[in-house]
């Protein structure tokens, strides 16, 4: 069994293929159980929808930094206004959430409060985090470091090998999609890795310039047991067990 831990089927504005042929092509190559990622309060939403139609699915509740514009006063409505939805038994996270600062014209100061305030929300209702951080580590850890957090998981893991080992001395676990099958990135140990594509993004070898989708993480898989020098199996065992133990599921 295979585990797809972030992939973003849910929002026809980002995903164009059919659902229910989908999860069918998942489950055709072994992949089993998904999970949805919130990138905004509506989006998480989409996903609460999305993963209430699937027994095979679960969601996540996020604020990607890119996506706040630093309305302090929304944000606190929308957080209140999400309080309902942490009763779901199928919300297993809280994320995407993070930092970046890849772009021109970021505002330090406001992804800054909008991580605050979710790393408030995850450690509140004890949630492990899928952290998206894009040139930004540095700040990053001295926000982490100031909660108190079940274990976690920096999603697209592809920053430098001072970045992976302060991630390992933290517990965190890696989030191992396509980029790896084609991009010059530190690996971490298998044993904190977990697969995820990032669906319709990041498309694996040798699918690459196609729709990403759930079924591609055998792909990965198959990567990661030549990477590795394991069997398959033991790939697919070690990591869907870390998911299954991340995210409860």
């Given at each position: 069994m295979l585990i797809d831990t972030h992939c973003h089927i849910h929002g026809r504005d980002m995903f164009e293929l059919p659902a229910d042929e989908t999860l069918a092509h998942a489950h055709a190559n072994g992949v089993d159980k998904c999970i949805v990622i919130g990138t905004t309060p509506a989006d998480s939403t989409h996903a609460q929808a999305f993963a209430a139609?699937?027994?095979?699915?679960?969601?996540?509740?996020?604020?990607?930094?890119?996506?706040?514009?630093?309305?302090?006063?929304?944000?606190?409505?929308?957080?209140?206004?999400?309080?309902?939805?942490?009763?779901?038994?199928?919300?297993?996270?809280?994320?995407?959430?993070?930092?970046?600062?890849?772009?021109?014209?970021?505002?330090?100061?406001?992804?800054?409060?909008?991580?605050?305030?979710?790393?408030?929300?995850?450690?509140?209702?004890?949630?492990?985090?899928?952290?998206?951080?894009?040139?930004?580590?540095?700040?990053?850890?001295?926000?982490?470091?100031?909660?108190?957090?079940?274990?976690?998981?920096?999603?697209?893991?592809?920053?430098?090998?001072?970045?992976?080992?302060?991630?390992?001395?933290?517990?965190?676990?890696?989030?191992?999609?396509?980029?790896?099958?084609?991009?010059?990135?530190?690996?971490?140990?298998?044993?904190?890795c977990i697969f995820e594509t990032d669906a319709p993004f990041l498309t694996p070898k040798p699918f690459r310039g196609k729709i990403n989708r759930p079924g591609y993480v055998k792909n990965i898989a198959e990567w990661a047991a030549s990477f590795y020098g394991v069997d398959v199996a033991d790939v697919a065992r070690i990591t869907s067990t870390n998911a299954e133990k991340l995210f409860n599921i």
């Amino acid at each position: 069994m295979l585990i797809d831990t972030h992939c973003h089927i849910h929002g026809r504005d980002m995903f164009e293929l059919p659902a229910d042929e989908t999860l069918a092509h998942a489950h055709a190559n072994g992949v089993d159980k998904c999970i949805v990622i919130g990138t905004t309060p509506a989006d998480s939403t989409h996903a609460q929808a999305f993963a209430a139609e699937y027994a095979e699915v679960w969601w996540t509740y996020g604020y990607h930094p890119n996506e706040y514009d630093g309305n302090r006063t929304q944000l606190e409505r929308d957080l209140s206004q999400a309080k309902p939805l942490f009763v779901d038994q199928k919300l297993v996270a809280i994320g995407e959430i993070g930092l970046d600062y890849h772009f021109a014209g970021f505002d330090r100061g406001a992804q800054a409060h909008l991580l605050e305030q979710m790393l408030q929300l995850a450690q509140d209702h004890k949630l492990p985090v899928s952290f998206h951080v894009r040139d930004a580590y540095d700040d990053f850890w001295s926000i982490f470091d100031n909660f108190h957090l079940p274990t976690s998981v920096l999603h697209s893991f592809s920053d430098s090998e001072e970045s992976m080992a302060a991630g390992l001395r933290r517990g965190l676990y890696f989030g191992v999609n396509g980029l790896a099958t084609f991009a010059n990135i530190p690996h971490p140990p298998l044993e904190r890795c977990i697969f995820e594509t990032d669906a319709p993004f990041l498309t694996p070898k040798p699918f690459r310039g196609k729709i990403n989708r759930p079924g591609y993480v055998k792909n990965i898989a198959e990567w990661a047991a030549s990477f590795y020098g394991v069997d398959v199996a033991d790939v697919a065992r070690i990591t869907s067990t870390n998911a299954e133990k991340l995210f409860n599921i």
